[in-house]
Structures are given as structure tokens and as C-alpha cells.
């Protein structure tokens, strides 16, 4: 009997498998994809089929909180995705002038694609004693078994196979879609509502290589880990990736009809021409592409109710990463809460022979102070993004969506962080408080609640004279963009 199963082999699977299966815990992973391929670590990413992770395709990063949580739990798997062509890139690079102070070292990015870090992942996870992966083999459903008068609790799983799997412990490692609420519901046992906030965008996504790897880039890293930005009306962000690969990612309102020709490869060229930062990577004797353009929407906001709910906690389920909470990819958080909350639910784990109330309600508080700040920002952030691109977009956006009134989500004032974007441009101390919560380091409310980086802020927001005047070169308007779009449509 394995004592803990793992329904799914994604990045957060193979983490907690790892984490757990080196705390000496037995771990049988149930993973309906099948195995990477033998051979070097970079070629069996390159030709791991994985229908089920179509994610894995697209751009990921890994962000400074995600870089801490392998320093501090897998270290040779950092040192594997170095070895095989993965990079840290010092974000400070794009800092203002002033002293680095301790801390800032913290500042980096892992630039690797998702199916080389998951390959890793599965090897180091596939070498530890006790653990095993069971590939083209799902969980289909939950065993469950008497647990006193207060009912039952999950006793283990069925697999797609008929196999019964029991086990004192079951994590749901199944992605954003969370298929333990269906298990759950079947066997009768209750399911918390979720929150959930929808992100409303389409993404177009390409990978390139460089030509001349051994020369100097393209063009700048204006990001400090990536190059171009999240503009007024739309986005286009470079990020770097192993082994001389980048990927270029546009964002844009899904009911803008103009926008919907970057699925072509001649109006995607033409848009990166066009976007800040992006000319000079696509032109053909920088870099080739590497495959075509790869379209998809941008997946809600969700917080689990089955990983927060602390007044009906489910004995013996913990749900892991995406099954867990999703948010806004735009923002590259994902992969990185992912490991830290797969590391910090096996340090729950460790030490306790029995799942009972008590594991489950530590868990739910974890997700709740771990994972509830980037759901709320990510919420907030996306509804201000996206009424921003309509209001840019005027009536080329198209209807408004349907759906139920939004939630109010508590942030930072605007204005209050408008101030510390413009401090800053030239206040290194501002600056590494705000670079902190984008790599979710900190969340707004701890730096905003620091007295001294608010000190500074106000000093600089006092002291500029006016609105300060455009930086860098300036985005297409969304005339120009749409002009240059429907030019090359069906590129």
C-alpha cells in the first residue's frame, strides 16, 4: 500500500513526491501522460508529448519565490536545470542607480522551459526510494472509510484502471481543473465553494532560438528578466529561456477581432516589430522560430475551497499547486507557488501518522496565508488591466462579457502605488520593495506596511514637479497595431 498517493505528475506532483519520498514517506504517483523520454535531459523535453499539460507549451518563468524554494529544498535539482542549459538572471540589472543592500541577491529569475524543469523534476523525484510514478494510469475517483461520528474521510483512490489504491493520504496534484471536487461530490462528501475571478484575455505565444548564441543579445532586457511590457492596450513580453531559447508572449482582449489575426505568423511578427523592445529579436538573422504560433485563453483566478475551508475540513484530501489556486499566468506566479506550496504542504505532512482534522486545517491556513494574497492581487490586477484595454480598445473590444458581479478585492490604493511605480525609476530602496512582490517575495501588504519604504515613497512623490514624461520608446497606438494586424492577416 503506498501511504501516500499523488493524483497527477505536474510540476506540483512531482515536487511534493520528491519532498515527501526524502522525508522517507512512501509515494505512488498516478500520472496519465506518458513518461519522458531516455536521453539527455533537454532532448527528452523537447520530445515529451504531454496532451494533458497543453500549458507546457507556452511561456513560464520561474520567479525569485520559486528559485528560494529549490535553494532551499532541492538544490541539486537547481544545479541540474543549470547543467543542462537553464540560467539565473540578475534582476538587479534593471535596477536604478544606489547601494544593494542584503537580500538582493534573492533578486533572480530561472529562465528554463516548463518541460525541462519537469523532466528534472521527474528524475530526481523517479531516484528517490519509496517513490514511484505510475504513467497512463489516472485517478478516477476516491476510496472513502468511517472516521467517528463525524463521518467519513478519504481512504485512498480508484484508478481509471479499476486498480483500488488505498492510502492514508491523497493529494490532488490534477491542475487548475481540480478534479477532486467531482470525487468529492460522488462520494458524498462536502465541497467548498471557490472564489473566482475571471482574467478575460487570450494569449499568443511563440519560441524562438538565437542564431548566434555566442554574440551579444538582440536587444535589451528593459525587465532586468525579460524584455518589453504590459501596456495600455495591450502586452508583448520576451522572456529568455535554456539553451538559447526565448519565447515571445502578446496578450490581448479576446472579443477584439482585429487582435485575433496574431494567431498568424506574419501579423505576430508584425505586432513584435511594432511593440517596444521586441524589433530587433524577430528579425531572421537574430533568431528563428521554432514552431508556430500558439494561441489560448488566459485561465480564471481560482481559490480552492477544498484547500481553505477550515470549518469543513476534508480528512485525507489536500489539494497541491493549480488544484489548488491558479492564477493569472500573465503575471508568472504559477509555477513558483506551485513549488512552495507543494514544499510547505510536505513539511505539514512530515511527522504525522494520521491525516486528521488538525493536518487539514494547517494546510487550509497555509493556503490561506500563501496562496489568498496573489489570488486577490491577481484578481484585482486583471480586472484593472482588462477595463484599461477596453476603455484603450473603445468599441473594436467588442461586448462586455456576461457574468455575476465581481467582488471588491482588497489592494493598495492606486494612487499610493502609482507613487511608488514613478519612485522606483530612481529609488533602489523602492524599487527592491516593489521588485520583492513581483517575484513574490513579499506580498503589497507586508512592503506597503513598512513605514520606511513608505517614507520614501511620499518623499519622492513630493518632491517630482510635475507628470513625468514618456520612458522608452512608446507603443503602437491601438489604430496603428490594428492597421498593421489586418494588413497581414492569415500570415
Known amino acids: 500500500m503506498a501511504a501516500i498517493v499523488i493524483a497527477g505528475g505536474g510540476t506540483a506532483g512531482l515536487a511534493a513526491a520528491l519532498a515527501l519520498g526524502r522525508r522517507g514517506h512512501r509515494v505512488r504517483v498516478l500520472e496519465r501522460g ?9 532532448e527528452s523535453a523537447q520530445r515529451w508529448r504531454r496532451p494533458g499539460v497543453p500549458q507546457a507549451v507556452h511561456d513560464h518563468i520561474l520567479n525569485a519565490l520559486g528559485v528560494r524554494m529549490l535553494r532551499r529544498h532541492a538544490p541539486d535539482v537547481l544545479d541540474a536545470l543549470l547543467a543542462d542549459g537553464a540560467r539565473l538572471l540578475d534582476l538587479a540589472a534593471a535596477a536604478p542607480v544606489g547601494p544593494a543592500e542584503p537580500g538582493e541577491e534573492e533578486l533572480v529569475t530561472l529562465v528554463a522551459r516548463r518541460s525541462l524543469l519537469d523532466v528534472v523534476l521527474h528524475r530526481a523525484a523517479s531516484a528517490v526510494p519509496g517513490v514511484s510514478v505510475s504513467h497512463r494510469t489516472a485517478a478516477a475517483g476516491l476510496l472513502t472509510a468511517p472516521a467517528g461520528p463525524s463521518g467519513h474521510r478519504v481512504a485512498g483512490v480508484v484508478a481509471d484502471t479499476g486498480e483500488r489504491i488505498p492510502a492514508r493520504l491523497v493529494l490532488d496534484a490534477t491542475g487548475r481543473r481540480s478534479a477532486s471536487r467531482s470525487w468529492l461530490a460522488a462520494a458524498g462528501l462536502p465541497v467548498a465553494d ?5 482574467s478575460r484575455l487570450h494569449a499568443y505565444g511563440r519560441f524562438y532560438r538565437l542564431r548566434r548564441p555566442s554574440g551579444p543579445l538582440p536587444g535589451p532586457l528593459n525587465r532586468g528578466n525579460a524584455a518589453g511590457g504590459i501596456w495600455g ?5 520576451l522572456h529568455p529561456a535554456d539553451n538559447d531559447v526565448f519565447a515571445i508572449t502578446l496578450g490581448a482582449l ?3 477581432r482585429a487582435m485575433a489575426a496574431l494567431r498568424g505568423a506574419e501579423a ?19 533568431a528563428e522560430p521554432l ?34 489556486c491558479t492564477t493569472d499566468p500573465m503575471f508568472g506566479r504559477g509555477l513558483s507557488l506551485a513549488l512552495a506550496h507543494a514544499f510547505g504542504l510536505a513539511e505539514l505532512i512530515d511527522g504525522r501518522p494520521e491525516a ?5 486545517r494547517d494546510a487550509a491556513g497555509l493556503a490561506e496565508r500563501l496562496l489568498r494574497p496573489w489570488f486577490d492581487k491577481g484578481v484585482h490586477d486583471s480586472r484593472l488591466r482588462v477595463r484599461q484595454w477596453r476603455e484603450a480598445a473603445g468599441a473594436a473590444a467588442g461586448p462586455e462579457p456576461a457574468g455575476p458581479p465581481e467582488p471588491p478585492v482588497p489592494s493598495v490604493p492606486a494612487g499610493l502605488w502609482a507613487a511608488a511605480t514613478a519612485a522606483a525609476a530612481a529609488d533602489r530602496a523602492v524599487w527592491r520593495g516593489l521588485t520583492r512582490i513581483q517575484t513574490s517575495l513579499a506580498t503589497p501588504a ?29 507603443p503602437p497606438t491601438p489604430a496603428e497595431l490594428r492597421h498593421a494586424l489586418t494588413a497581414r492577416e492569415g500570415g
Open 34 to 42: 506518458g513518461a519522458p523520454p531516455d536521453g539527455p535531459a533537454v
Open 194 to 198: 471557490d472564489l473566482s475571478g475571471p
Open 233 to 237: 492596450h495591450y502586452s508583448a513580453v
Open 254 to 256: 479576446p472579443g477584439d
Open 268 to 286: 505576430f511578427t508584425a505586432a513584435c516589430r511594432l511593440s517596444p523592445y521586441l524589433a530587433p529579436w524577430v528579425e531572421e538573422d537574430a
Open 291 to 324: 514552431g508556430p504560433v500558439r494561441a489560448t485563453g488566459m485561465p480564471p483566478n481560482v481559490l480552492r475551497g477544498t484547500a481553505t475551508d477550515r470549518l469543513r475540513p476534508v480528512r485525507g484530501l489536500l489539494p497541491v499547486g493549480d488544484a489548488a
Open 356 to 360: 486528521d482534522d488538525r493536518l487539514a
Open 446 to 474: 507586508e512592503v506597503f506596511a513598512d513605514p520606511a519604504f513608505l517614507d520614501r515613497v511620499r518623499a519622492a512623490d513630493g518632491a517630482r514637479p510635475g507628470p513625468a514624461g514618456p520612458e522608452g520608446p512608446r
